[in-house]
């Protein structure tokens, strides 16, 4: 029992993922989202409770329901497949040939194995093969894959595999950069650290379309 639970410390401390699609289990949605809520401000009140706190101080006292919404109705909503963004795209009627970056895409996020935020900025490109997507779609597919417990580097790889179903091309390239605060505020406790992971399909593995890429990401913005 206390090897397993060593196995356990090493792989939450290491972000080792066990699989590129999230783990979820078969009977996830059979309940409600209200079922959820009810059950898990249950759970919080016994933390908070062993943890020593009085549940009937006024500050306090809403906690548990708060976490409960904020988890099932925010952070953890792209958990539900019902909440996926829509997928349309457009015929590339203007033959535009290059590669389109969208850069900077704000990624709030919750690290898996501590349920601690991950925050950063991710880069999106592809090339289109005749199907373009809209620019904000980009921006919400990534929402839709970061607001669940995750592991960065599944989360590049998952925004990636999304993006070329849609396009229909294996040309798209996903790069993010994030600070980990189950790194910054706990364990090691580095502050200045972020982790840097990517994804490179089609195209994108020649060496030069990857440099175009990186060197697109480089460009100052202006407004």
């Known amino acids: 029992m206390t090897q397993d639970k060593d196995n356990r410390d090493e792989i939450g401390d290491n972000h080792i993922a066990s699989s590129a699609q999230t783990p979820l289990r078969a009977d996830a949605f ?11 401000r249950k759970d919080v009140e016994n933390i908070l409770y062993t943890l020593g706190m009085d549940l009937t101080d006024d500050s306090i006292k809403g906690t548990p329901n708060r976490v409960a919404k904020m988890f099932v109705k925010e952070i953890f909503g792209g958990l539900n497949p019902a909440k996926k963004p ?3 795209t457009f015929e590339n009627k203007y033959k535009y040939g290059e590669m389109l970056v969208e850069k900077n895409i704000t990624v709030y996020s919750t690290c898996e194995h501590h349920l601690l935020p991950i925050v950063g900025r991710a880069h999106i490109a592809y090339i289109s093969n005749g199907s373009v997507i809209g620019l904000s779609k980009m921006n919400r597919i990534v929402d839709f894959y970061a607001k669940r417990p995750q592991v960065q580097e599944r989360l590049t790889m998952q925004i990636v595999q999304e993006l070329q179903a849609i396009l229909g091309t294996d040309d798209v390239a996903c790069i993010i950069d994030a600070k980990h605060l189950c790194v910054n505020s706990r364990g090691i406790r580095d ?3 972020s982790t840097v992971t ?3 399909g089609g195209k994108f593995k020649e060496e030069n379309v990857r440099r175009e890429l990186l060197e697109y990401i480089k460009l100052e913005t202006r407004f």
């Open 191 to 193: 502050i200045e650290s």
């Open 86 to 88: 829509g997928s349309s």
């Open 30 to 40: 059979t309940i409600s989202d209200e079922e959820k809520m009810a059950m898990i």
């Open 198 to 200: 990517s994804e490179f």
